[in-house]
């Protein structure tokens, strides 16, 4: 007996792609189970019938959770149960919701929920790929509104050939890891990072993307066919008052227009005349009338707002601060703020700016991994802070935000890039925005570089990044805006961030809130990027053009040597003993790495000083003896047949009882005690035994009896 719907179609390569629903989760409003490999998410979204009075706006909350089960794991803590999302789950929701927000009706306001759960995981694919997938399928089967469906797909560059959902493995070699996310006629987001690709290469990925997409979105609708289409359910709208509505637009649309022509580069005086004029407006009414028609004149107001800069800024190619479509903000920078930092650096762009930081740690540092798919560590890591002052607003801290995440996360990928895998080091970096007005996250990309080069860490090239922006109309005109304000993200079309070296492309961010951006837009855009991208790096290399030659004097040192495998327990010793009187007398922190049958042994301390005395001892413990090299010797243990010395750091032989003084010995009582310092000549190793074969007397003089009798 079959319970419930599926639908199966090939994703392009052979490899099969099944959506089932009724089956799981059926009080749902919607539920699908997507499946690829061993790999299977589930979906349910579920949104109130009626929305709560007066919220003006669609509360959509999208959380995507991995069950440690989905890979036979058990959690980490205390407690050894999933807790509250990571990072990683954090980004992955955050695609989603992009994605699929702009997509519900305007007037839609009920409270809506999108859960996304990892049930089943084959460690090979990669589950953010398919969770857009899952999720537009939920909601196709169910019977709310949605301007749908749209999909996602992952694409790579594997050896100069582009790739679709590639697994774990094949991703490790690829120039270009981006999710794109699309309806079946327009891109709708896209974010990832590159190994410096070119604005041609990024088109082209983002089109074979979308052809992905497509065949996705044709399964998603015959799926919902076959699962049996469910009319969309009637909602309360918006209340609207059409005379109140032009009468706002008529007493209001010529102010706002002359204020956003009056390219006042002063945010808040700009905020201070567009309220003035609502305010004037508001003034007709009385308290008892502006208590019923207060919420819709606002509301209208913020139409004729979005209208009227719009229109301006597309009549005059002049945007609301006086620049130029293609203008970047002054720019200027400092390194070195912060004296007891490792790094530091100060990036101001207009009214946005980062102090950021960068801190050199150790191995044991790196920040360990533990999720239901993805286990390691990350020894680069960057942590972006966005406090309510820099916009100039009091509100608590209550941890770190779903935007921070975000905007964290894209600066690390780009930066990523450049940084040395082998510098020895964990590195973290910490952007605190302190002012803000348009593309924080790309002011932390900017400064980061600063940061990293103050550091003295060898970036392989400076970075620097800017974000876009786009205002068009219904009559096919547009403008593309270069490092956008706040504002103009909030009443324009698209946010679409870059960041690159001189030679290439290293991270992106799309969103898209219009349907429809042809690909010579968004080709424009991409040009425009690398023009403002370019004369930003020009702007931070007047401050600081190369890393510094030398870490800071208060930064961690670290030397590095490669071991046979076999040292690495002598180095540790039984429990531990010998690393960690050598890390307590030395004043410094050794880790131990095992690659390949050897051992990568770092040594990190305040001081060249105390590394080189413990990086003697190592050497000391991994020496090879030499045949006829003289050593210092330390007597350990004394016996009946002679006694055992230590010649090297964790390497004892036997001095036997003849080769101790060239006169016949019947007991060493009277000629070695346990501590003595003497000195032995290594005399190669026993053919039979292996062991070390010192000896004593050879080093002293012989006597001449012994000498006449031989």
């Not at 540092?365 to 286990?375: H, L, Q, S, V, Y």
Request: aromatic content about 6%; overall charge neutral.
């Amino acid at each position: 007996m079959q319970i419930g719907t599926t639908h199966s179609f090939d994703i392009g390569d052979g490899r099969i792609v099944t959506l089932e629903t009724g089956k799981l989760a059926k009080q749902a409003d919607g539920a699908v189970v997507v499946k690829l490999g061993d790999t299977m998410i589930l979906a349910t979204i579920v949104s109130n019938k009626e929305a709560k009075e007066g919220v003006d706006f669609l509360p959509l909350t999208v959380d995507y959770q991995e069950k440690y089960a989905s890979s036979g794991r058990f959690p980490g803590g205390f407690f050894r149960r999933e807790a509250k999302l990571s990072d990683y789950e954090v980004l992955i929701s955050r695609i989603v919701d992009r994605a699929m927000r702009p997509l519900f009706p305007e007037d839609y306001h009920a409270d809506t929920q999108l859960m996304l759960s990892l049930i089943s995981s084959d460690r090979k694919t990669m589950p953010d790929a398919l969770v857009g997938l899952a999720a537009s399928a939920a909601v196709a089967v169910s019977d709310i509104p949605f301007n749908g469906p749209i999909s996602e797909c992952r694409v790579a560059k594997i050896n100069g050939k582009l790739v679709i959902n590639p697994t774990i493995d094949e991703l490790a070699t690829s120039t270009i890891d981006m999710i794109v996310a699309a309806s079946a006629k327009d891109i709708v987001m896209v974010e990832g990072e590159m190994s410096e690709i070119s604005e041609t290469e990024m088109l082209e990925a983002i089109q074979f993307g979308h052809a992905a997409i497509k065949i996705q979105i044709n399964a998603i609708n015959e799926f919902a066919k076959k699962a049996g289409l469910k009319p969309k359910r009637e909602y309360n709208h918006e209340t609207n008052d059409a005379d109140l509505k032009a009468k706002v637009t008529k007493e209001t649309y010529d102010k706002v227009y002359a204020v956003a022509k009056s390219a006042n580069p002063n945010k808040n005086e700009r905020k201070v005349n567009f309220k003035a004029i609502v305010d004037e407006f508001k003034k007709q009414y009385s308290a008892e009338e502006l208590k019923e028609k207060e919420g819709l004149i606002n509301k209208y107001y913020h139409g004729v707002e979005y209208d009227a800069v719009r229109q301006a800024t597309l009549d005059t190619k002049i945007r609301l601060d006086g620049r130029k479509t293609n203008q970047i903000r002054p720019i200027w920078s400092e390194v070195g703020y912060l004296p007891a930092a490792h790094g530091s650096a100060v990036f101001t762009r207009g009214e946005t700016q980062s102090l950021t930081t960068v801190t050199l740690g150790t191995p044991k540092d790196a920040m360990k991994i533990d999720g239901a798919f993805n286990i390691g560590e990350a020894r680069f890591i960057l942590h972006y802070n966005f406090p309510g002052f820099s916009t100039g607003e009091a509100k608590p801290n209550r941890g770190v935000g779903r935007r921070e995440v975000g905007h964290g996360n894209l600066a690390l990928r780009a930066l990523k890039k450049v940084v040395p895998v082998d510098s020895g080091y964990t590195i973290r970096i910490v952007s605190d925005i302190l002012e803000s007005n348009g593309s924080s996250s790309m002011a932390t990309v900017c400064a980061g570089t600063l940061a990293l080069m103050d550091a003295g860490i060898k970036i392989t090239k400076p970075v620097s990044g800017i974000a876009m922006g786009l205002i068009t109309d219904d009559k096919n005109n547009y403008a593309v805006l270069s490092d956008i304000l706040g504002d103009e993200d909030h009443l324009g079309d698209m946010d679409f961030k870059v960041c690159g070296t001189k030679d290439g492309i290293t991270a992106v961010q799309m969103d898209l809130k219009v349907n429809g951006l042809p690909f010579e837009v968004m080709e424009q855009a991409l040009n425009q990027a690398k023009e403002g991208r370019l004369h930003i790096l020009g702007e931070i290399l007047k401050t600081l053009s190369v890393p510094n030659p030398d870490y800071k004097p208060h930064a961690p040192r670290f030397a590095k040597i490669e071991i046979p495998g076999e040292f690495i327990g002598a180095i540790i010793g039984p429990g531990g003993k010998v690393i960690q009187e050598m890390q307590k007398a030395t004043t410094t922190s050794i880790t131990i790495t095992e690659v390949d049958n050897k051992g990568i042994v770092e040594v990190f301390g305040e001081q060249k000083s105390f590394i080189d005395a413990a990086m003697a001892r190592i050497k000391a413990i991994v020496a090879v003896p030499e045949e006829g090299e003289i050593y210092d010797a330390t007597v350990k243990t004394i016996m009946p047949y002679g006694a055992f010395v230590e010649f090297l750091p964790g390497k004892e032989g036997l001095l036997h009882i003849s080769e101790v003084d060239w006169k016949r010995l019947d007991s060493l009582e009277g000629v070695l005690k346990e501590g003595d310092k003497i000195q032995v000549k290594f005399m190669g190793n026993d053919p039979k035994t292996k062991k070390y074969k010192l000896s004593r007397k050879v080093l002293l003089p012989k006597p001449e009896k012994e000498t006449e009798n031989k």
